[in-house]
């Protein structure tokens, strides 16, 4: 049973589909709509060489049309990810993964450290909230368990034992806003 063939603007329609739900970089698009196709197709190899293309003429008018941007997209994703406590390290991992050109994900790494004075820190101590250790761990300290929920997420030893020697979350919050650059207020 043959499938109909992959047109422009059913790719296109595809296309825009996704970027009303998600943000996203060319790259992943390109990833997404290829593998649209390969299960419309039922993994026609060929189907997807027939329809790469058209996968590269939609996500060329996208960038023309400004609906794909990937600075824009690392820039937010970045910062998206370093509010929820993201290492440096775990950001530019997720920005790879995502596609995004080494250049716009080392800006949008660049740019929030022009903003915010340590970064690295400022995620840890989030990281450390969210994740319950240190001094917001409820049955007392593990030094070594926090210590490789730490390394694990990316950071680095001086930044989780600078969290870690914190003696209660008053003086992680304060670390904090001493790593973001915020004024206490």
Known sequence: METDPIEIALVDRWALDYLARYASSAENLRRVLVR????RSRDD???VQRATPIIDTVIERL???GLL???AYAAQ?????HRRGASLLRISARLAAKGVPGAAA???LTALRNVTRDPDLAAACIFARRRRLGPYRDGGPDHGRDLAAFARAGFARRVAEAV???TDVDAVEALAREASGSQPG
């Open 63 to 65: 960038r023309r049309s």
């Open 36 to 39: 649209r196709i390969r299960r």
């Open 106 to 108: 080392t800006d949008a």
């Open 45 to 47: 190899v060929e189907a």
């Open 69 to 71: 941007d990937d600075e």
């Open 77 to 81: 994703h970045a910062q998206a990810l």
């Open 164 to 166: 870690l020697t914190c």
